[in-house]
């Protein structure tokens, strides 16, 4: 069974940076796919990046190159660097994995079976 834990969350100031990570157990080596997802207050959880086992990436598109996502497929870790915060970015930020090598809909949150509990990422003005 695969399990996602995050770490790294907190609070940071408009402006400000946080590096997440989440380690993955179980997961097969050289053919999954990881992404971070978040869900705001009342607001539906949406895709932020996901990275497969072959390194490509998709962001969404109110990432605007704040952040970065990346993996050490080793490790099994993938952290996601996140600067240039403002308050819109405050919400829970999730783990998602795949034992698949996605290539298209990287960011679709029905193709992740696997997710963390989330982490909290407060940004305040």
């Known amino acids: 069974q695969v399990q996602l834990v995050e770490s790294g969350g907190g609070s940071v100031q408009t402006g400000g940076s946080l590096r997440l990570s989440c380690t993955a157990s179980n997961l097969f080596r050289g053919q999954s796919s990881m992404a971070w997802f978040r869900q705001a207050p009342g607001k539906k959880r949406e895709g932020v990046a996901a990275?497969?086992?072959?390194?490509?990436?998709k962001y969404a598109d109110f990432v605007n190159g704040r952040f970065t996502i990346s993996q050490n497929i080793a490790e099994r870790t993938m952290s996601l660097q996140m600067n240039g915060l403002s308050p819109e970015d405050t919400a829970i930020y999730y783990c998602?994995?795949?034992?698949?090598?996605?290539?298209?809909?990287?960011?679709?949150?029905?193709?992740?079976?696997?997710w963390g509990q989330g982490i909290q990422v407060t940004v305040s003005s």
């Open positions: 998602a994995a795949r034992d698949e090598l996605l290539s298209t809909n990287l960011l679709r949150e029905s193709h992740y079976p696997n």
């Open positions: 990275i497969n086992d072959v390194g490509r990436t």
